[in-house]
């Protein structure tokens, strides 16, 4: 894809700088949007905080159809994910393109239709889920989740490290780069009707993107949180 | 036939072929959700989000005849 303005910065280190241009653009949204919804809570709501509240509940609803009560312990991460996702996946449905004369090379995408982005929000879900897991059941329960269910398991219960960040990373860039190749294809084609119902398709995947990959963080969260040894540990945490 | 033409054949028959299987696992799913909750409407909160999961990991099986696609393709200089 020749479409990425690359900006070297020597040592061998290249940055994709309109991906990092528009990942920008979507934390900056996320905050202060964030600020606008938190500032002088009340116990009757305003509008603003209804709406923060709104997204706080689904993120928990997330959370807790995958964990339970347990779950509000990584609710932080389940959220930002899903919020930053979908900021991103929403962005590249605006028409972009008019910026695209403003760049010395390439153009402005949604910054989760590059692998590089998707990479690093996969790899940062690893890394959660262990460090979680680590947290909750310490090192030895850790290890001992990967004899489960019989130390013949072990390669393959390793194997799951490498399967579940990368299923994560390929599902979703490859549905964002779809619909960008998808729209392109429509404009070439009919550059007045057709983009809009293509359009119309993409805000929905982009949105049922964003949850699956929530959701799946959250999933890969609430197994490896798991205690295995004890069946009534679980229940004595969350009362 | 050479590389460029046998490309141009195969790699849209990869996607195709590749999009039958989880088209049929989806459509099975999306009707025995409707089932379920035409059955027991009040199931449906506690089963959408697995219905979700499952869209999720059929739906990759598809994504990797893309994968195909775009591995040939960007091999290939015309």
Excluded at chain 1, 67 to 90: E, H, K, M, Q, W
Aim: include cysteine.
């Amino acid at each position: 894809m020749e479409h990425f303005w690359q900006v070297s910065f020597g040592n061998g280190l290249t940055v994709h700088a309109n991906t990092v241009l528009m990942a920008w653009i979507a934390m900056g949204l996320l905050i202060g949007l964030g600020w606008l919804a938190t500032r002088q809570l009340a116990v009757i709501p305003t509008t603003r905080q209804t709406a923060g509240e709104f997204f706080y509940d689904f993120c928990r609803s997330i959370t807790m159809c995958t964990a339970g009560p347990r779950g509000d312990g990584y609710l932080f991460f389940v959220g930002s994910l899903f919020l930053f996702i979908l900021t991103c996946n929403l962005m590249g449905q605006l028409p972009l393109k008019l910026f695209g004369p403003l760049l010395p090379h390439g153009e402005l995408m949604a910054a989760t239709a590059d692998i590089n982005t998707t990479a690093a929000l996969a790899i940062i879900s690893l890394v959660m889920y262990i460090a979680l897991a680590i947290k909750r059941t310490g090192i030895k329960g850790f290890v001992s989740h990967h004899l489960q269910p019989h130390w013949l398991f072990l390669p393959m219960n390793l194997l799951e490290h490498i399967t579940r960040p990368a299923s994560l990373l390929i599902r979703l860039y490859f549905n964002i780069l779809v619909g960008e190749i998808l729209s392109g294809l429509a404009m070439s084609i009919s550059p007045y009707v057709l983009p809009s119902a293509v359009i119309f398709l993409e805000l929905f995947v982009a949105v049922v993107q964003a949850y699956i990959f929530a959701i799946l963080s959250a999933v890969y969260v609430g197994l490896m949180t798991e205690v295995h040894d004890d069946h009534h540990a679980d229940d004595a945490h969350a009362h | 036939m050479d590389v460029a033409a046998a490309a141009m054949i195969s790699v849209p028959l990869a996607v195709g072929l590749a999009s039958i299987g989880p088209a049929i696992g989806i459509g099975m799913m999306a009707s025995h959700y409707f089932d379920s909750v035409a059955r027991q409407p009040e199931v449906q909160g506690a089963i959408t989000p697995q219905f979700f999961i499952t869209l999720g990991v059929v739906e990759l099986l598809g994504l990797f005849g893309f994968v195909a696609f775009y591995l040939v393709f960007s091999k290939i200089t015309f």
